[in-house]
């Protein structure tokens, strides 16, 4: 008999992280032969803009998933419970009030977390108290090595799994790491936020300019209530990139193809409170891009500084550009670069990389 597993997670939409993972495994047909599974979408936003935000209606539909959920542990009796919770903040205790109701009904429980924020909360006596009881009796799915900080105070290493995310393979060939651009094309693929590093990337794109580098760079990616095209355009204006910088808006499919196919650097100098590993940093990869990245969250484990990319410190314009200019300068370190970033995407950071190491923890956590 198939252990029985039941899977409460993230589901798309709204598109992120954690809900486009969730939907990885929904969609494994790894997993799915592996384990009876059933799924419960633990999602009650509406958009990018709706998470975090509390309402009549939110407090309604966290009242119908609890019944649904105490319904399908009864109908199911499970070996397993996979939560993907929130790490702090009000969406900690909607989960944490989840994870306790399983516990008192006899569940074992997994969490899996896609971000992070333990480390920061756990000296408040509330949140203190709080994880305790949470954490205890739990076993843990971190994405990198280098998150088990965040959690350390509550958790012993024995109980905790690392399990990289991964994503699809998108290439029929594989690409081929030297661009022929006569100016080296720069770019930024992700939701326009400051926290993402849009306006530091402007800063280092300034400093550039100013420096005399000839190069574009191109944002991809949605507009935000933070950072729409107008003020996005006003900040290009003001830092006089005019003709250096273009923003295309949200690109998919083949359209986005292209612009990881044009590009000579990829470049993400998040600083996002909640960043664990980067999704996008693996595309790059397999676009044999070498990657300019920060130290937030589990993206060291990903992008090894000066193998397949450089970590630059967060919110600092003059130390991104310092690393754009080393590889602006230097045509054959962004191709060893980008090699070495495609053997790594190829080894670790796949799909099926992913779905059979998650295979693999389930396993050993279920019996």
Known sequence: MKPTILFILHLPPPVHGAAMVGKYIHDSRVINEAFDCHYINLTTARDLADIGRVGVRKIRQFVTLL????????????????????????????????????KRMGCRVVVHYHNKGVLTRQERWLDDKLYRRFFNGLKVILLAEALYADVKKYVKRDDVYIC????????????????????????????????????????????????????????????????????????????????????????????????????????FPTYYHNETFGLVNLEAMEFKLPVISTDEGGIPDVIKDGENGLICRKQDARSLSDSIACLLDNKELRVKMGENGYKKFKKQFTLQAFEDNMRRILREISC
């Open 67 to 102: 019944r649904q959920i105490r319904r399908e542990v009864r109908r199911l009796r499970p070996q397993l419970v996979y939560v993907t919770p929130n790490a702090c903040g009000g969406a900690f205790y909607k989960d944490f009030v989840v994870v306790q109701m399983l």
């Open 164 to 267: 990289p995310n991964g994503i699809p393979e998108t290439l029929q060939t594989e690409p081929v790491a030297e661009r022929h651009n006569k100016i080296p094309h720069l770019l930024f693929l992700s939701n326009l936020l400051e926290s993402k590093g849009v306006l530091v990337l402007l800063d280092a794109c300034r400093i550039l300019k100013d420096k005399g580098y000839n190069f574009v760079c191109d944002f991809v990616g949605g507009e935000t209530a933070e950072i729409d095209v107008r003020r996005f355009a006003r900040e290009v204006e003001e830092r006089g990139l005019d003709s250096m910088t273009v923003y295309h808006g949200r690109k998919y499919g083949d359209e986005k193809r292209d612009f990881f196919e044009n590009a000579d650097v990829f470049v």
